[in-house]
T-cell receptor
């Protein structure tokens, strides 16, 4: 089946630092989504991207849909302690198919 | 809207017992997904429904797992008999995809522990 390579697997950063994580695929996707999962909760949608090259922001979060349609990145600026959690990328190949999820990036923020 | 609702939030059972997990999708959503999450394997899609009909159950690990969706507002995932390796967090998600938008909304999950 389809697989997404998400990196890094985990990150430890100081409060106030910027963070970058990305996902790559060998297949072309027509949708990229980024989710955040807090401990003990389900993933919550952060940003959705639907066009190659699209750059979208949501507060301190910025995500881009790669122009090759095979990758996406998520940046978090000026991290704060509540940014702690697991960030998942998800993509959909052309056609009405289920999303494919990456294995997540576990973010820890040191105050 | 209340979002996707799952029950119970936590379930502890003994090996061999039957376990039933429940999900109420967001009203108006016509797709429903069941996922399993473990540290080792991440999020795995088990099965999904469209308009209450199972579309793909290739992710269901084995015959001990079954899922039903008797109506648009309710689905169950059943494990019988349960085994310790079934211990995981089980998520239900729903969506209403259009030609341009496909966003899944997750429930809070059920943490299952099989002793």
């Amino acid at each position: 089946g389809q697989q997404l390579n998400q990196s890094p697997q985990s990150m430890f950063i100081q409060e106030g630092e910027d963070v970058s994580m990305n996902c790559t695929s060998s297949s072309i996707f027509n949708t990229w989504l980024w989710y955040k999962q807090d401990p003990g909760e389900g993933p919550v949608l952060l940003i959705a991207l639907y066009k190659a090259g699209e750059l979208t922001s949501n507060g301190r979060l910025t995500a881009q849909f790669g122009i090759t349609r095979k990758d996406s990145f998520l940046n978090i600026s000026a991290s704060i302690p509540s940014d702690v959690g697991i960030y998942f990328c998800a993509g959909q190949i052309p056609g009405n198919t289920p999303l494919v999820f990456g294995k997540g990036t576990r973010l820890s923020v040191i105050a | 809207d209340a979002g996707v609702i799952q029950s119970p939030r936590h379930e502890v059972t003994e090996m061999g017992q039957e376990v039933t997990l429940r999900c109420k999708p967001i009203s108006g959503h016509d797709y429903l997904f069941w996922y399993r999450q473990t540290m080792m394997r991440g999020l795995e899609l088990l099965i999904y429904f469209n308009n209450n009909v199972p579309i793909d159950d290739s992710g269901m690990p084995e015959d001990r797992f079954s899922a039903k969706m008797p109506n648009a507002s309710f689905s169950t995932l059943k494990i019988q008999p349960s085994e310790p390796r079934d211990s995981a967090v089980y998520f239900c998600a729903s969506s209403f995809p259009t030609s341009t938008i496909n966003e899944q909304f997750f429930g809070p999950g059920t943490r299952l522990t099989v002793l």
